[in-house]
């Protein structure tokens, strides 16, 4: 017999004390504890910030908004460095910035201190242009000395470029047995009519240039008209007898003039039109100040033949006097000799003036650079001018337009505030970028590039090539 145990049923009463516990229990977790522990934290003031708010402008609030950049860095020529507001690379050169349409002109100005890597960016991209079938052409007269790996002392801060290229030195010198002359009626130097074929335009322009650099004003309109007649006669004489004319045959021309040439214009009017040009071109010839430049046929020290085939060419303008004319017209002659000679040459060209500022002030010499410069885009070749010291620049004079009238300008470090207020003037550059010219460490510009893209701070970058070939210390070691 099996006894069954029933259970024993709860009372009313601790029913209801149990549902009070359970409700007292969800009141203390979900209500109580968080009011106790928000209690505590005011309190303690554990809800207040380690430092408080301060009020920012409108003015203030875009530096804190991050940069927003495209990943992808448009490609408009070899690698030139870094941008280090981006860390992007920087895939530029200004010829190719001119082929994409983001600059209008393909000239180039550098801008900086001594010892701000401005040769040295010169250099790269000389080299760069070089290496893809490209020619150079470059000013220099700093003096320095430098050994290579067989001991051997050689000069010229272009040196070991131009030997690493298989470039050719070319000494500018006022005594021909050691410089190197340019036949400005050198049959080279033409330019090419609508028909396709070649004239003497280009050899009027540039006797306009030595005669008025030599004249140091501009010429009249009966002067121009004497000097392009005496050049027609002198290229049908010297034809006749078989031989290149040269600058002697105009000047005898300017004092003998034919007559004729232009009716109601008698022969000794024409003369007297002449006479101004006639003292001021034997300048250049018998011995005059400017003598030994441009005198005579193109020709090498001592006469010998000299060719302009080389892909870098470095004129060591040393021996001539800074910021003199002599200086100012050899540059200006051999750039557009040369641009002449370039226009059936393919590929790449460019002209590196450097210490363009030194010919500021030098009569029209100023003057002749900047029509250059407007030239260059006929004939495929960029002008890369370096300026030390802007500030010695006039405001309105033609080498400033060197700067203004190039869309991309690489500022380097300009310790001076004269100097760096130039660049800020001369650029339309934000106040906000003084400090950082007057800072910039060695090797990093400010780049400048037309209208359509920011400015950007580049620090450049160098192959182990490009370093050996831009190292000028060698006097030091």
């Given at each position: 017999m099996t006894t069954e145990t029933k259970p024993r049923r709860k009372s009313a009463a601790k029913a209801a004390g149990g549902r009070m516990g359970k409700w007292w229990r969800r009141s203390w977790y979900k209500v109580g504890r968080g009011r106790l522990l928000r209690s505590v934290v005011r309190l303690a003031r554990w809800h207040e910030t380690a430092q408080r708010g301060t009020f920012a402008s409108t003015r203030q609030t875009p530096a804190?908004?991050?940069?927003?950049?495209?990943?992808?860095?448009?490609?408009?020529?070899?690698?030139?460095?870094?941008?280090?507001?981006?860390?992007?690379?920087?895939?530029?050169?200004?010829?190719?910035?001119?082929?994409?349409?983001?600059?209008?002109?393909?000239?180039?100005?550098?801008?900086?201190?001594?010892?701000?890597?401005?040769?040295?960016?010169?250099?790269?991209?000389?080299?760069?242009?070089?290496?893809?079938?490209?020619?150079?052409?470059?000013?220099?007269?700093?003096?320095?000395?430098?050994?290579?790996?067989?001991?051997?002392?050689?000069?010229?801060?272009?040196?070991?470029?131009?030997?690493?290229?298989?470039?050719?030195?070319?000494?500018?010198?006022?005594?021909p047995q050691f410089g190197t002359r340019i036949n400005v009626l050198d049959p080279a130097i033409s330019a090419l009519t609508a028909a396709g074929e070649s004239s003497t335009l280009g050899q009027d322009r540039l006797l306009i240039m030595v005669a008025e650099a030599a004249l140091e004003e501009k010429l009249d309109v009966y002067q121009r008209s004497a000097l392009l007649e005496a050049h027609k006669a002198a290229a049908r004489l010297a034809a006749a007898a078989g031989r290149v004319p040269v600058l002697a045959d105009v000047i005898e021309q300017l004092q003998h003039p034919a007559g004729g040439e232009i009716v109601g214009v008698t022969q000794d009017r024409t003369r007297e039109w002449g006479l101004p040009l006639v003292l001021a071109l034997k300048r250049y010839v018998d011995g005059g100040d400017l003598s030994g430049l441009i005198d005579g046929e193109t020709s090498g020290p001592g006469g010998e033949p000299v060719t302009f085939d080389s892909p870098l060419l470095v004129f060591d303008t040393s021996a001539l006097e800074y910021g003199s004319t002599a200086l100012g017209v050899m540059m200006a002659v051999t750039t557009a000799f040369l641009m002449s000679v370039w226009i059936n040459v393919p590929g790449p060209k460019t002209v590196v003036v450097e210490e363009a500022y030194s010919a500021d002030g030098v009569g029209v010499i100023p003057s002749m650079f900047r029509d250059l410069s407007k030239r260059t885009r006929g004939v495929g070749a960029s002008m890369l001018s370096v300026f030390h010291h802007v500030s010695d620049v006039a405001a309105g004079s033609p080498m400033a337009s060197l700067i203004t009238e190039s869309e991309v300008v690489c500022v380097f470090r300009q310790d001076k505030g004269a100097d760096a207020d130039a660049v800020m003037d001369l650029l339309s550059l934000d106040a906000s970028l003084r400090d950082l010219i007057m800072t910039l460490p060695r090797g990093v510009h400010i780049r400048k590039r037309g209208a359509k893209l920011p400015v950007s701070v580049v620090e450049t970058y160098r192959t182990s090539l490009e370093k050996h070939v831009t190292f000028t210390d060698d006097a030091l070691l």
């Open positions: 804190l908004t991050p940069i927003l950049t495209d990943t992808h860095p448009i490609p408009a020529g070899p690698p030139l460095g870094v941008d280090l507001l981006t860390n992007q690379a920087v895939l530029e050169n200004c010829r190719g910035l001119y082929q994409g349409g983001f600059v209008t002109s393909p000239n180039e100005a550098i801008v900086g201190g001594i010892g701000t890597a401005k040769s040295t960016y010169a250099k790269i991209n000389l080299l760069r242009s070089i290496v893809v079938g490209g020619r150079g052409v470059v000013f220099d007269r700093k003096r320095q000395q430098q050994s290579d790996e067989d001991g051997t002392v050689i000069g010229g801060e272009y040196a070991k470029l131009t030997a690493a290229v298989g470039g050719m030195r070319i000494r500018c010198h006022q005594d």
